[in-house]
């Protein structure tokens, strides 16, 4: 959004007005980081055998959801919506589940690189469809989770398939000290090694510009069809990590959609994205997953009733967003 | 209603085909009407003798819970939101009459169905009117709170059973002429009121300014934040009455009973030509789109198609439908 003044003004400044700075932009992020801290010193504190291996569980339960929010949050920021995420899940998980049942080890691999590439081509499809039709994106991608859940459906008719040991040890566990969950290194790898260099190139610029306003970034030269595209392959390439991610943690594929297409749209706006587009970044939705999940966890140590914690759930939702946009009006008015 | 103006022609000849897609555009129900037409005579072809009085009448009585939770979102979609907590809401009123029809008898058991519809649409009115929280996610938050406020509910009336009034049942299931179904007798009247409405009150009008353009809408003096909560107790109480007679309908009440419908209730308002970023569109193109997706439906099953093709072909026939009404309208 403003990386290039941020580059200008950055060299100048010392240390400390570029960390002042830095928190500044992320202090959504920062504040959610320390709403994470907060919630899990309470856990601690209701719980006191809360530890390593519980830290280990809820990270590889965040995991598919994480997954659909950087997702969504990537098309979210280019200015579209997309509503087929968890169908596309759906479709990758099973397609992974259904080619690695009762196979070698070995066959794993190719079988994971063409689930992606098949997200890679679902996106692509999405984003086709989104810029070629002029349809809205939240209409195109509306029919297009009937689609893709269809085709879930055709490949695996009922729960069932496998995955491959090595993809569920990827998940599972603790790597280096036991307070370490993989899923969550897995997570954080996957997106830095995708999103960091993207986020500094012209295309992540481009994504921004066309989702903050779509003329003035067409009137700047930015290609903004190509780049619509783009962030639907996106969007679909981390859907394809989600639906292998989902066979990984339950070691089956389920060709019925969960709810991730919506509580990604949730998480996001937790994390700080606009659903206008062109504001946010990547790393509030993840952290806001992660509190929606210890969130669930603590309801759940509280002996909370889960119908309770549904309610709960959603009134945290309603809670936070009513509140950040307050704080946007507040700042508007002064 | 807004493109009149550009509407004149500038003088000179205008290519047919220019002609004819002004038509098309000034009145979207002549291709839609097409197409429902298509769509039935693809019927009879498929099941020859299919299509008689009975089955239209079973269309349409499929077709009009569908179609008053379209209305929701034709009108939601006009200020450029949409809700999302119709499915939960109208299940909710189904399910708090069927359980309290026991006790309380009918009248106070559909009123209670009501007042809790109400409050929802309050909630979500105050959400997205007066703090501005998006639509999307407002209705969306209300409708999980619902649902967690239902299985609570259900836990405390379990011993109660449901029973549906038998005058829902007749409204939702039954048919007094040969053919046509009872629910048309909520439906007309509710129709006729809501496209006079949105043709001739000032609220209709308000809608269309509030999506056309919030900010003029706010300074020409609209009081934005009353117009969006009004809207949304609309909503709620449309949905209420549609999942009232859903419940008539099928003859029971679950907390799952209508979710199924949110979904298409978006499509059939977006193939009826109401612009989900608001401020165009109308109710008489939805009421289309509803029996659109109906017959769709009922035809995708005659021709024995398994649920995972037909879920493809929804899917990519809203698309096309979709795109094409995009073309027609937006090339001019």
């Known amino acids: 959004m403003s990386a290039a003044v941020d580059a200008g003004t950055a060299g100048r400044s010392d240390l400390l007005a570029q960390v002042r700075h830095w928190s500044q932009r992320n202090s959504w992020t920062l504040a959610l980081l320390g709403l994470f801290a907060g919630i899990l010193l309470f856990t601690y504190v209701i719980q006191p055998s809360y530890g390593a291996a519980q830290l280990q569980g809820l990270a590889i339960g965040a995991l598919p959801l994480a997954m659909a929010t950087v997702a969504q949050a990537i098309v979210v920021i280019s200015g579209g919506i997309d509503l087929s995420v968890g169908s596309m899940m759906a479709l990758t998980s099973v397609t992974a589940a259904l080619l690695m049942k009762d196979q070698p080890e070995a066959f794993a691999i190719p079988v994971v690189f063409g689930v992606l590439a098949l997200g890679l081509i679902l996106g692509i499809v999405n984003g086709m469809l989104v810029v070629i039709t002029r349809v809205p994106d939240i209409v195109v991608t509306l029919a297009m989770s009937f689609v893709w859940a269809g085709a879930a459906l055709v490949v695996l008719r009922t729960p069932g398939g496998g995955s491959a040991d090595w993809l569920t040890d990827l998940v599972t566990g603790s790597i280096g000290s036991e307070w370490v969950p993989r899923a969550l290194v897995t997570l954080l790898v996957i997106v830095g090694v995708i999103w960091i260099p993207l986020r500094r190139s012209t295309a992540g610029l481009a994504l921004y510009a066309i989702g903050s306003d779509r003329l003035a970034a067409f009137r700047s030269g930015v290609p903004v069809g190509r780049t619509k595209v783009f962030a639907y392959m996106l969007g679909g390439l981390f859907s394809a990590f989600g639906g292998l991610a989902l066979t990984a943690t339950t070691g089956i594929g389920t060709p019925v959609p969960g709810a991730y297409t919506l509580l990604g749209v949730a998480a996001i706006v937790l994390g700080g994205v606009s659903l206008a587009g062109g504001r946010g970044g990547i790393a509030g939705p993840i952290v806001a997953v992660l509190v929606l999940a210890l969130v669930r966890t603590d309801l759940t140590l509280l002996g909370v009733n889960s119908n309770l914690s549904t309610v709960i759930q959603g009134a945290i939702l309603i809670g936070v967003v009513m509140f950040g946009s307050l704080l946007t009006m507040r700042r508007a008015r002064t | ?332």
């Open chain 2, 1 to 332: 209603m807004t493109s009149q103006a550009e509407m004149v022609p500038t003088g000179g000849r205008v290519a047919s085909s220019d002609r004819m897609r002004r038509l098309l555009r000034d009145r979207p129900l002549i291709p839609l009407t097409a197409l429902l037409t298509v769509l039935v005579v693809l019927m009879e072809l498929v099941r020859p003798g299919v299509v008689s009085p009975d089955w239209v009448g079973v269309t349409i009585r499929a077709a009009i819970p569908l179609a008053i939770l379209a209305a929701c979102q034709t009108l939601a979609m006009l200020t450029g939101g949409i809700d999302l907590s119709v499915g939960m809401v109208a299940s909710m009123a189904a399910f708090i009459m069927a359980t309290q029809t026991g006790d309380q008898g009918p009248a106070i058991a559909i009123g209670l169905a009501i007042i809790a519809a109400l409050i929802a649409g309050v909630a979500n009115g105050i959400g997205v009117g007066v703090f501005k929280v998006h639509p999307l996610i407002m209705t969306l938050g209300i409708g999980l709170v619902i649902l967690g406020l239902m299985n609570v509910y259900q836990l405390v009336v379990v011993q109660a059973g449901t029973e549906i009034p038998a005058v829902i049942e007749w409204l939702g299931s039954g048919t007094t002429l040969p053919f046509l179904p009872n629910n048309l007798l909520v439906f007309i009247p509710l129709a006729v009121l809501i496209i006079a409405g949105l043709r001739y009150s000032g609220f209709g009008r308000l809608l269309f300014a509030v999506g056309d353009n919030p900010v003029a809408a706010r300074l020409a003096g609209v009081r934005v934040w009353q117009v969006l909560l009004a809207l949304y107790i609309l909503s709620a109480l449309l949905a209420a009455i549609a999942g009232i007679l859903v419940a008539g309908l099928v003859k029971t009440a679950s907390l799952a009973l209508v979710e199924q419908s949110v979904l298409p209730s978006v499509a059939a308002a977006v193939i009826g030509g109401t612009s989900i970023m608001g401020g165009r569109g109308g109710y008489s193109g939805t009421i289309i789109g509803a029996l659109i997706l109906t017959v769709l439906t009922s035809l995708l099953i005659a021709m024995q198609m398994p649920e995972a093709v037909r879920q493809i072909l929804f899917g990519a026939i809203i698309v096309a439908v979709a795109a094409v009404y995009t073309r027609i309208v937006d090339l001019s």
